[in-house]
């Protein structure tokens, strides 16, 4: 019984010490629940919260928030086994301030690479014209950012392994379909990899963990 309770107590410190992750696997949930009552008119709402070229055109801030609070599907786990196994953690290494400046800067930035790369293959005539209200929600930039800047926390040599992975998982889609999606995906893992300076500032200068074994 006191077992129980230790493991219980360790669950529960880990979540109430990332907040952010949990409270925003919350909210998914919630948002995860209305697509499943939407019935037909879920595709024109997740469309209407879309970071596409129109609405990046003509409300940007609203529609890079709003993105943030849906997924692209009705099947809301794999995010509750995401969000463990690297935001929380990351939330943990980082704080708050941090971890939240990382994952906003991949959003933002993966957001404009990729859909300024389908801007420039639409004005190519190489997709169609009707993708600039293309469906495009989610919180997977944020995510790859996330994981893409773990890298700095794992102890060589098993950061190469888990670098190597990473760029096999992004990298390889964007070598066979370079979609705007993929381009994205792409864009969010270079920029949280970009983000190392924001790990250095958060290590007090006494320690010696991995983000400053360069």
Excluded at 132 to 159: E, H, N
Excluded at 173 to 195: D, E, K, R, S, Y
Aim: proline fraction near 5%; hydrophobic fraction near 50%; charge should be positive.
């Amino acid at each position: 019984m006191a077992d129980v309770r230790t493991r219980l107590a360790a669950a529960w410190h880990f979540v109430h010490t990332a907040p952010l992750t949990y409270l925003w696997l919350a909210v998914l949930a919630i948002t995860t629940a209305i697509q499943h009552l939407a019935g037909r008119r879920l595709h024109t709402m997740l469309v209407e919260q879309s970071t596409n070229l129109h609405h990046l055109a003509t409300d940007p801030l609203e529609v890079l928030v709003a993105s943030l609070l849906w997924i692209d599907g009705k099947d809301w786990t794999p995010y509750l086994l995401l969000f463990t196994l690297f935001l929380a953690p990351a939330e943990h290494w980082l704080g708050q301030r941090r971890w939240l400046t990382v994952g906003l800067i991949s959003h933002v930035g993966a957001t404009y690479v990729s859909e300024g790369a389908l801007y420039v293959l639409i004005q190519l005539h190489r997709e169609s014209e009707r993708l600039t209200y293309a469906r495009d929600i989610g919180v997977s930039y944020f995510l790859v950012g996330v994981m893409a800047v773990l890298t700095y926390r794992i102890r060589r040599p098993w950061r190469y392994g888990y670098l190597a992975a990473l760029l096999m998982i992004f990298g390889v889609p964007l070598a066979i379909n370079p979609n705007f999606t993929v381009i994205g995906h792409a864009a969010a893992l270079l920029i949280g990899l970009c983000c190392y300076p924001v790990t250095r500032q958060h290590l007090p200068r006494h320690d010696p963990g991995p983000a400053r074994s360069h």
